[in-house]
C-alpha cells in the first residue's frame, strides 16, 4: 500500500456563516471540514480535496493565515 506523505502544510479554516438554510451538500461539506458552529476554526491539510470543499462554500467559510 502506498501513501503519501505530507509536507506538513494545514490550513486553518473558519465559519462565519451558518449552514441553516442552505442546501444538504453545503451543510455536510462543512461537516467534512470538521466544523458546525459559528466561530470555529478547523485545521486541515493543504490539499486540492480540501481546497475544492472550501472552493464550495466560500461565503460560509474563509481561511485564516
Known sequence: M????????KL???QVRSGI???REMRET??????GKMNR????????VVR??????PHL???VE
Open 12 to 14: 486553518k479554516v473558519r
Open 41 to 48: 476554526v478547523a485545521e486541515r491539510p493543504d490539499n486540492a
Open 21 to 23: 438554510g442552505c442546501p
Open 52 to 57: 475544492g470543499m472550501v472552493k464550495s462554500i
Open 61 to 63: 467559510v474563509e481561511i
Open 2 to 9: 502506498s501513501a503519501k506523505k505530507s509536507d506538513g502544510k
Open 30 to 35: 462543512l461537516k467534512a471540514l470538521g466544523l
